[in-house]
Every structure is written in C-alpha cells, then in structure tokens.
C-alpha cells in the first residue's frame, strides 16, 4: 500500500474540510456584517489553528528533536501530518452539533474522522517516515490544542447562558 499517498490524501481532506467552515465563516461575516456576530464556534477556530502552526514553526525550523527514520534527515517530531490532521479534524468534531442536527449523521461523520485519524497515524509509521513517538507527539499537541478550544466554547456557552438568564 502506498501510505504516504494515502497520508497525504487525509491531510488534505482535512484542508478541505476546515475550508468549508472558514467559508461559512466568511459567509456569515459577510452577511451579518459583523465578525462578532459570527458563530463563536467559528470564531475561535483560529486560536487552535495559530497554536499548531506555532508547533510545527518550532519543531521543523527551530528544535528540532528527531529526524525521520527513513534517513532522508528531514525533521519528524512531532509527525506535521498527525498534528495536523488530527487537530482540524477534533475541531470539527466540536463544532459538528452546531451545524449537523442529526444524531446518526454525527456519528457517521465521527466515527468516519476517526478512521481517518487512525489511518493517518498508523501511514506515517508505516511508510517509514515517522516513528510511533512522533505520531504520539502530534497525537498529545492536537488533543491539547483541541481542549483548549473545546474549553473556550463551553466556556462562552456558559456566558452566554449567565447573561441571558441576567437579561430576563
């Protein structure tokens, strides 16, 4: 099996499917003429997404820890490719129940992310060109940068509930 295609091809699902909600982001700005009252959800989207960039700006450019296994010297800690996917698409398990009513469709989709998370870590050590420490590496920075997006959400939810029953 060709992993790294196969890789390749889940990271830029993963590309295409934060695509689709920075368009609607966009959308809404546009339409609501203003970016506060842009979902939150797609507001702070950024936050996780800076975070991983910053990641990846650290360990490809300035530490870099380990190199790939298949000897080719390039950086491979944390796995770019892990880290990636993996955070986008946690994100988008976040947000899914803001904009996917269906209980079934959810899990579907859910259940099709992680398959696909799973595929990725599992490709890259495959190929040769990560080894399962850098997969666990990009594994623990998306789950942190994701719970701190996760917490954020809850966070503003709960605000928004206080001043609403204030409101009244």
């Known amino acids: ?49 800076a975070l991983m960039a910053f990641t990846y700006f650290l360990f490809d450019k300035v530490i870099i820890l ?20 993996t955070t986008i698409y946690f994100i988008v398990t976040i947000v899914l129940p803001k904009y996917v009513e269906s209980r079934k469709i959810r899990l579907v989709l859910e259940i099709l992310i992680l398959i696909l998370v799973s595929l990725t870590c599992t490709g890259r050590v495959l190929a040769g060109l990560h080894t399962p420490i850098d997969v666990i590496g990009g594994l623990i920075f998306a789950f942190a940068y994701s719970e701190i997006y996760y917490q954020i959400i809850k966070n503003r939810k709960k605000k ?9």
Do not use: C, Y
Not at 160 to 167: G, P, R, S, T
């Open 1 to 49: 099996m060709q992993w790294e295609l196969i890789t390749n091809i889940i990271l830029i699902s993963s590309f295409i499917a934060l695509g689709i909600f920075v368009i609607l982001g966009l959308i809404q700005w546009i339409t609501r003429k203003s970016l506060k009252k842009v979902d939150k959800q797609l507001r702070w989207m950024p936050l996780p997404l």
């Open 66 to 85: 380990a190199t790939r296994p298949n000897g080719s010297g390039e950086p491979s800690f944390p796995s770019t490719h892990v880290l990636v996917v």
């Open 160 to 168: 928004e509930k206080k001043a609403k029953k204030e409101n009244r």
